[in-house]
């Protein structure tokens, strides 16, 4: 099967949160980053990519796209300060 991501982008540090999840995900933050795609991401300038998990199966990507969609808040910024603490742009990482 074709690895899978769930990712978490910002706009800053404790921000605005978008979760999503993708099959390329270079290409898909490219995509936030420039803006091209309309939706809540380019509507709240959501273009740092600040975590991001790989899944060897799109079900299971979903399926934690769905868990983390109803976590409260503070978990999901627990989450990302766990491998994240200084809130980087991880994109230069990926690339």
Not at 39 to 48: D, R
């Amino acid at each position: 099967m074709k690895t899978s991501y769930l990712y978490i982008l910002a706009n800053k540090r404790n921000g605005t949160l978008y979760i999503g999840v993708t099959s390329d995900l270079i290409k898909r933050v490219y995509e936030h980053k420039f803006n091209l795609s309309d939706g809540f991401a380019k509507k709240y300038q959501v273009h740092q990519l600040v975590y991001y998990e790989q899944y060897s199966d799109i079900y299971l990507a979903i399926t934690r796209e769905k868990q983390l969609k109803k976590w409260r808040r503070k978990w999901k910024l627990q989450l990302i300060e766990s491998i994240n603490p200084k809130w980087c742009d991880l994109y230069q990482d990926i690339i």
